[in-house]
């Protein structure tokens, strides 16, 4: 998908997703969310992991191959372990995605 970004916005009888050439100019009559980009891993359609780093002292998940515990919290700290993750296309800010990562990785196990 490249670097595109999509807002979705909406009020009243006006929904819809807009693409952003350049910085959005807010209305507060609005509520506004991103749109999640989409990926294939494995086979499956899931939220694309991160790309840039979180900010510093923000939680993240990562998919685990393991039953047990499907999705491992951390706390980005600028370490290597973070970076790691990150380059490895791990890292989600949210934890039903990495859910959704996980289930991928297990499929894909067998």
């Known amino acids: ?7 979705f916005f909406f009020s009243g009888d006006r929904a819809g997703w ?22 294939t891993i494995n086979g499956f359609f899931l939220p ?5 780093p979180p900010c510093y002292g923000d939680i993240y998940y990562v998919p685990t191959d393991d039953l047990d515990k499907p999705v ?13 993750f990150l380059k490895k296309g791990l ?11 996980h289930k991928a990785l297990i499929l894909k196990k067998g």
């Open 72 to 84: 491992l919290a951390w706390c980005w700290e600028h370490e290597r372990q973070d970076f790691l």
């Open 18 to 39: 807009e693409d952003l050439e350049s910085h959005p100019t807010w209305d507060d009559d609005y509520e506004y969310r991103r749109k999640i980009n989409y990926v």
């Open 48 to 52: 694309e992991p991160e790309k840039v």
């Open 1 to 7: 998908m490249g670097t595109e970004a999509y807002l």
């Open 91 to 101: 890292v989600h800010l949210q934890k039903d995605h990495a859910i959704e990562h």
